[in-house]
């Protein structure tokens, strides 16, 4: 009896510790979710998940458009190189007027002004430069002057200029001008305030050649020319022009330039072949198909220039050629010219027995970004003849 009383507490006992110990299990778990949950709401948690799913999604995109280069740069080899050049253009008008404070012209003062280079009038230039495989670069000018007269605006525009320069490796370039190259065109100067008259010549269609080696760079160009017809249209003068330049910087700012131009008047009796065309005598079966002329003449200069800073320059360069009785040149140059401001400068320049030289004050003034004046007083002593004369230069670029 006592038994069978005992069996039923124990099993109420049981039970209830059944219970209390799935509630117990129960509050733990529930705790431990709510730990959970709260830790994955933490901000922290919530920007890195965030960091982590962004990196993915960019990196599939990277490889996207990797894929996609890849496919265009395939279809692009196959096309002319021209097919992504870009063309700039840019034109310049100048108007350079000049008055003579002399009381009558005569032949002297012409020679004298003629001997100071000085051209007045209106010309006009517009350059086209493309930019072909990152390395080359085509230049085409074009040019209207007005020849003594007011209307280079509305003459017709001629082809001066053709120019197409290509680097062949980090030390050794290329140019080729097929057309009207000067000598500053394949030279290693920059704008320079009354350079020598050597830079300024020109010396035709050609070649040159450039080597970089640490600080010294050395180019060679030959170039051909046509210098005109004789009276009797049967003979006509080519020129051919070997020029060189070495420059060296001595310096951060300083350097010095060596030029040297050599130029043989040649005369062939084979003119309908055209302006570009010149016999040169190497299978010649006359002796007077190609004859050379004993008017070789050369010039020689020697440059040095120092930047003082971005905008102030001094320089002086002296010249010595074979083509005159005034065989040696000389200048001096200082000037401060920014490219976006007020700028000032002073030349001096003449000969070698002070028979001719010139003084030159100028300055620019900017209006606006495309518009500048040059206004000038020169003072020029050639032998007895001497006299001031005011310029004003005027610039339009766009």
Request: net charge neutral; aromatic share 6%.
């Amino acid at each position: 009896m006592v038994s069978d009383k005992i069996e039923p507490i124990t099993l109420a006992i049981t039970s209830k510790l059944k219970a209390l110990s799935k509630s117990t299990q129960d509050f733990t778990n529930n705790i431990l979710d709510n730990l959970s949950l709260s830790k994955r709401r933490h901000p922290i948690q919530i920007l890195k998940r965030l960091q982590r799913e962004a990196f993915s999604d960019i990196m599939k995109l990277r490889d996207r458009q990797d894929k996609v280069e890849r496919l265009l740069s395939f279809k692009s080899s196959k096309v002319s190189p021209f097919q992504e050049a870009s063309t700039s253009v840019r034109g310049e008008v100048e108007l350079l007027g000049m008055l003579l404070m002399i009381d009558r012209i005569h032949e002297d003062n012409q020679d004298a002004i003629r001997r100071t280079g000085i051209k007045t009038g209106i010309n006009s230039r517009f350059t086209f430069q493309t930019t072909i495989q990152e390395d080359d670069s085509l230049t085409a000018e074009f040019v209207a002057s007005d020849k003594g007269q007011l209307d280079a605006l509305s003459s017709p525009l001629s082809l001066a200029k053709v120019l197409y320069a290509t680097n062949i490796n980090d030390r050794c370039a290329l140019t080729a001008a097929p057309l009207g190259a000067k000598c500053n065109d394949v030279g290693l100067t920059g704008p320079l305030v009354g350079g020598p008259p050597i830079l300024n010549q020109h010396i035709g269609s050609g070649i040159n050649l450039t080597v970089k080696r640490s600080n010294v760079i050395v180019s060679l160009a030959q170039f051909v020319s046509f210098m005109g017809t004789q009276i009797d249209n049967s003979r006509a003068t080519h020129c051919l022009s070997t020029f060189g330049q070495v420059a060296c910087q001595l310096s951060g700012s300083t350097k010095l330039l060596l030029l040297g131009l050599h130029k043989i008047p040649k005369i062939s009796s084979d003119i309908s072949l055209g302006p570009i065309a010149l016999p040169i005598g190497m299978f010649r079966y006359r002796k007077s198909d190609v004859d050379a002329l004993d008017g070789s003449f050369g010039s020689t200069a020697l440059v040095l220039e120092s930047n003082l800073d971005a905008s102030t320059r001094v320089g002086g360069w002296i010249e010595m050629n074979n083509s005159g009785a005034r065989n040696l040149h000389w200048g001096v140059s200082i000037s401060d010219l920014p490219e976006d401001d007020f700028g000032w400068g002073l030349r001096l320049g003449g000969s070698k027995n002070w028979d001719h030289y010139e003084v030159e004050a100028f300055s620019k003034i900017m209006f606006g970004d495309k518009f500048s004046v040059h206004p000038s007083l020169v003072y020029v002593i050639d032998g007895s003849t001497q006299f001031p004369a005011l310029t004003v230069k005027s610039s339009w670029s766009f």
